[in-house]
């Protein structure tokens, strides 16, 4: 059973940061591609980042509203992921989820900036 | 960015009717390895989207065959045969043939 399941959450100030970390399980990591998506009201579903295997050496891509700010890496002895998010903005706020390159989901877990 | 774009916004169904939820891109998602990358996910309250269709038309693993979906180019459906129950909740289209983007939402609910 694929099982995702996201930590790190919760309430930082603007202009702050904050690391989410997701530990994988059921399925071999070190060959998914991971990404992260958020969700907001506002905003509904927007993808953050990606980062891809090994093979693909472990290469990174962002979405242009935090690149700059935010930056996504891994651990394949840990199968886990990571978000380091720093100058966060209250448009950050939202639900993060980890995905392993959107087939699954885990349950999130919730980001709120604000003073 | 991609814009994709739902209607109905709602959809109130009796259960056992048919369902139909359009997606609309606002440019091609064939991608050039002749792909088309346009998913289906359903997110029931307190829960994070699951994958149901993937590529059009493949239904995921686990997925009932009463849902199917089609399409090409810039115009897709996704079809709920005989609506269950379990069926309810908010529907989201996704392309990542470009940047990964989403649409809007329809939500699905009892008449």
């Known amino acids: 059973e694929v099982k995702l399941e996201e930590s790190g959450g919760g309430l930082v100030q603007p202009g702050g940061s904050m690391k989410l970390s997701c530990a994988a399980s059921?399925?071999?990591?070190?060959?998914?591609?991971m990404d992260w998506v958020r969700q907001s009201p506002e905003k509904g579903l927007e993808w953050v980042a990606e980062i891809r295997s090994k093979a693909n050496n472990h290469a990174t891509y962002y979405a242009e509203s935090v690149k700059g700010r935010f930056t996504i890496s891994r651990d394949d002895s840990k199968s886990s992921v990571y978000l380091q998010m720093n100058s966060l903005r209250a448009e950050d706020t939202g639900i993060y989820y980890c995905?392993?390159?959107?087939?699954?989901w885990g349950q999130g877990t919730s980001v709120t900036v604000s003073s | 960015d991609v814009v994709m774009t739902q209607t109905p916004l709602s959809l109130p169904v009796s259960l056992g009717d048919q369902a139909s939820i359009s997606c609309r891109s606002s440019?091609?998602?064939?991608?050039?390895?002749?792909?088309?990358?346009l998913h289906w996910y359903l997110q029931k309250p307190g829960q994070s989207p699951k994958l149901l269709i993937y590529k059009v038309s493949n239904r995921f693993s686990g997925v009932p065959d009463r849902f199917s979906g089609s399409g090409s180019g810039t115009d897709f459906t996704l079809k709920i045969s005989r609506v269950e129950a379990e069926d309810l909740g908010v529907y989201f289209c996704?392309?990542?043939?470009?940047?990964?983007?989403f649409g809007g939402g329809t939500k699905l609910e009892i008449k």
């Open positions: 059921g399925f071999t990591f070190s060959d998914a591609w």
């Open positions: 996704s392309q990542s043939t470009h940047v990964w983007t």
């Open positions: 440019q091609s998602l064939v991608h050039s390895n002749g792909n088309t990358y």
């Open positions: 995905t392993n390159a959107m087939d699954y």
